[in-house]
């Protein structure tokens, strides 16, 4: 091939690439502003929009790990071309749904369909871009995913107020249709690799576990901790984690290699990983359910009022490289975390009367925090493992990431759920003198943020519960972040001890195997 064709196949790569990025990471949190549409045109309970949410996230996290194994062995670009038609299939599902059910089952195969798309696109682009052109395309297809994610609530709130709901799902037709066809033309094929062997006991082991994790906290906040179904959803958990830590220490190629962990560093970047999606994201969806069930704002209004978010994160990715070759590492990161702290205390100030600026400079604040720490995270990730393990590292902490989202908004909701039902016991519900729904039926409408569907005479008590839930999520919140500040002292390398780092590599090379083939 001649350096010219070389040099637009490389090109080529990058975009397909690129584009399916964008898809996969604005889905993640695109449907948030969708939420209040979609409740009340489908007669969503919370439950069923926390599920709308996280089957997305949660089978994206749990099959991206193994889904780099099963690219391996059987080609990556069979596995993309198969992840693209996947997503595609899902989001015409999302796009027809005609009942919560159905629109949940499409987002699990969006998953994973996005999960089987992101685990090969790297290794992809490596193949593509040698030598110093390989950080230049990572730095592409970086930002186009972080973009993505950070302009997601705008483009979904343009789409749902002019187009409809249905419209932020169908939209990915067209773009997903160009990736297969990029992907069918102009990726190279991979031959497969043998000796490798798919850890499937692994993989569903893994779905089981974040499955039944999320199905407990959702049916605990609904239901009751102590009702059947929770109990029986958090026993199931507690025997897939077990089984799942024996099956990886076991296996000869397990899809989560443990031995990551003894290095505290690592250890220590994944909790943060996690806490960075959890409070950064996972309290997205009650916001919106605020901003446009109770404010009564468009969709299109709840997505620029929180563009303000995103532009927050733009900014410190700007500035993180700078402050962090001055500051060092571990001060940026816990930066990052003190300032999400900071700006959830701001937004816990909010109140039944409040309007949506006063969770403006909370929202500047938590984005600004967001920003200084995707980037280090990603990079100690790979910087304090043995070399032949980095590629496994990036996997890990980059499943941390939609795990963190999806637990996060799994968790928030049950705090929210718990604090309006509280302020919307029976008594207070009859007290107020409410006639034809019972004090249930005012507590599901109230947590939805159905509130149009509230008869008045119980409306200022729902909007009073909620917004005291919201504060309630907010503290908890701050707590999580002030959580990451401590793990950050803790466990991150200053950025400056460069030796220690390197010898806390050689000190792990004997502990952690390198896993046979591979890139």
């Given at each position: 091939?001649l350096?010219?064709?070389?040099?637009?196949?490389?090109?080529?790569?990058?975009?397909?690439?690129?584009?399916a990025?964008?898809?996969?990471?604005?889905?993640?949190?695109?449907?948030?502003?969708?939420?209040?549409?979609?409740?009340?045109?489908?007669?969503?309970?919370?439950?069923?929009?926390?599920?709308?949410?996280?089957?997305?996230?949660?089978?994206?996290?749990?099959?991206?790990?193994?889904?780099?194994?099963?690219?391996?062995?059987?080609?990556?670009?069979?596995?993309?071309?198969?992840?693209?038609?996947?997503?595609?299939i899902?989001?015409l599902?999302?796009?027809?749904?005609?009942?919560?059910?159905?629109?949940?089952?499409?987002?699990?195969?969006?998953?994973?369909?996005?999960?089987?798309?992101?685990?090969?696109?790297?290794?992809?682009?490596?193949?593509?871009?040698?030598?110093?052109?390989?950080?230049?395309?990572?730095g592409?297809?970086?930002?186009?995913?972080?973009?993505s994610?950070?302009?997601?609530?705008?483009?979904?709130?343009?789409?749902?107020?002019?187009?409809?709901?249905?419209?932020?799902?169908?939209?990915?037709?067209?773009?997903?249709?160009?990736?297969?066809?990029?992907?069918?033309?102009?990726?190279?094929?991979?031959?497969?690799?043998?000796?490798?062997?798919?850890?499937?006991?692994?993989?569903?082991?893994?779905?089981?576990?974040?499955?039944?994790?999320?199905?407990?906290?959702?049916?605990?906040?609904?239901?009751?901790?102590?009702?059947?179904?929770?109990?029986?959803?958090?026993?199931?958990?507690?025997?897939?984690?077990?089984?799942?830590?024996?099956?990886?220490?076991?296996?000869?190629?397990?899809?989560?290699?443990?031995?990551?962990?003894?290095?505290?560093?690592?250890?220590?970047?994944?909790?943060?990983?996690?806490?960075?999606?959890?409070?950064?994201?996972?309290?997205?969806?009650?916001?919106?359910?605020?901003?446009?069930?109770?404010?009564?704002?468009?969709?299109?209004?709840?997505?620029?009022?929180?563009?303000?978010?995103?532009v927050?994160?733009?900014?410190?990715?700007?500035?993180?490289?700078?402050?962090?070759?001055?500051?060092?590492?571990?001060?940026?990161?816990?930066?990052?975390?003190?300032?999400?702290?900071?700006?959830?205390?701001?937004?816990?100030?909010?109140?039944?009367?409040?309007?949506?600026?006063?969770?403006?400079?909370?929202?500047?604040?938590?984005?600004?925090?967001?920003?200084?720490?995707?980037?280090?995270?990603?990079?100690?990730?790979?910087?304090?493992?043995?070399?032949?393990?980095?590629?496994?590292?990036?996997?890990?902490?980059?499943?941390?990431?939609?795990?963190?989202?999806?637990?996060?908004?799994?968790?928030?909701?049950?705090?929210?759920?718990g604090?309006?039902?509280?302020?919307?016991?029976?008594d207070?519900?009859?007290?107020?003198?409410?006639?034809?729904?019972?004090?249930?039926?005012?507590?599901?409408?109230?947590?939805?943020?159905?509130?149009?569907?509230?008869?008045?005479?119980?409306?200022?008590?729902?909007?009073?519960?909620?917004?005291?839930?919201?504060?309630?999520?907010a503290?908890?919140?701050a707590?999580?972040?002030?959580?990451?500040?401590?793990?950050?002292?803790a466990?991150?390398?200053?950025?400056?001890?460069?030796?220690?780092?390197?010898?806390?590599?050689?000190?792990?090379?004997?502990?952690?195997?390198?896993?046979?083939?591979?890139?």
């Open positions: 091939m350096p010219h064709e070389s040099d637009t196949a490389a090109r080529r790569t990058l975009l397909t690439v690129s584009v990025a964008a898809i996969t990471t604005m889905d993640i949190t695109i449907v948030n502003v969708a939420l209040a549409a979609i409740a009340a045109d489908l007669s969503a309970t919370l439950p069923q929009l926390q599920w709308m949410v996280n089957a997305y996230p949660l089978l994206f996290a749990a099959l991206l790990l193994v889904g780099g194994s099963v690219s391996d062995r059987l080609g990556r670009r069979r596995i993309f071309v198969a992840g693209v038609v996947l997503f595609t899902g989001s599902l999302c796009g027809v749904a005609p009942a919560p059910g159905v629109l949940i089952a499409g987002r699990a195969v969006q998953g994973i369909g996005g999960a089987l798309i992101f685990a090969p696109a790297l290794p992809l682009l490596a193949a593509a871009y040698p030598g110093q052109r390989r950080n230049a395309a990572m592409v297809f970086s930002a186009t995913a972080a973009v994610a950070a302009i997601a609530p705008l483009v979904g709130g343009a789409l749902v107020s002019s187009l409809g709901w249905r419209s932020i799902f169908l939209v990915n037709l067209l773009p997903g249709a160009f990736v297969l066809f990029g992907a069918l033309r102009w990726l190279p094929a991979s031959g497969r690799q043998a000796g490798r062997r798919l850890d499937l006991a692994g993989a569903v082991l893994g779905v089981l576990l974040l499955g039944t994790v999320n199905l407990a906290v959702i049916s605990g906040a609904d239901e009751g901790w102590t009702r059947p179904v929770t109990l029986v959803a958090a026993g199931v958990a507690v025997v897939a984690l077990v089984l799942f830590v024996a099956t990886e220490h076991r296996t000869a190629d397990p899809m989560l290699q443990l031995a990551l962990f003894r290095i505290r560093a690592f250890t220590g970047v994944s909790v943060l990983s996690f806490l960075t999606r959890a409070v950064g994201f996972g309290t997205m969806p009650y916001l919106v359910l605020w901003l446009q069930g109770m404010l009564g704002y468009s969709p299109l209004q709840a997505g620029l009022q929180l563009s303000a978010l995103s927050a994160i733009v900014g410190g990715s700007l500035v993180v490289a700078r402050l962090q070759h001055r500051y060092g590492t571990r001060a940026v990161v816990v930066a990052g975390f003190v300032a999400i702290c900071g700006g959830y205390l701001l937004v816990a100030r909010v109140g039944a009367e409040s309007t949506w600026l006063v969770v403006l400079p909370g929202l500047l604040l938590i984005g600004a925090g967001m920003g200084l720490l995707f980037a280090p995270l990603m990079g100690i990730s790979v910087s304090v493992v043995p070399p032949q393990q980095a590629g496994m590292a990036s996997g890990t902490a980059n499943a941390f990431f939609p795990l963190g989202t999806a637990v996060g908004a799994a968790v928030f909701g049950a705090v929210l759920a604090r309006v039902g509280s302020g919307l016991s029976d207070a519900v009859r007290s107020v003198g409410v006639s034809g729904q019972t004090a249930t039926e005012v507590r599901e409408l109230a947590s939805a943020g159905r509130f149009t569907d509230l008869p008045p005479e119980v409306a200022m008590l729902a909007r009073v519960a909620f917004v005291d839930g919201l504060a309630t999520v503290w908890v919140a707590g999580a972040a002030a959580v990451g500040v401590a793990v950050a002292l466990t991150v390398p200053s950025g400056r001890d460069r030796p220690a780092v390197a010898a806390g590599r050689a000190s792990t090379n004997a502990d952690v195997r390198a896993p046979d083939g591979g890139d």
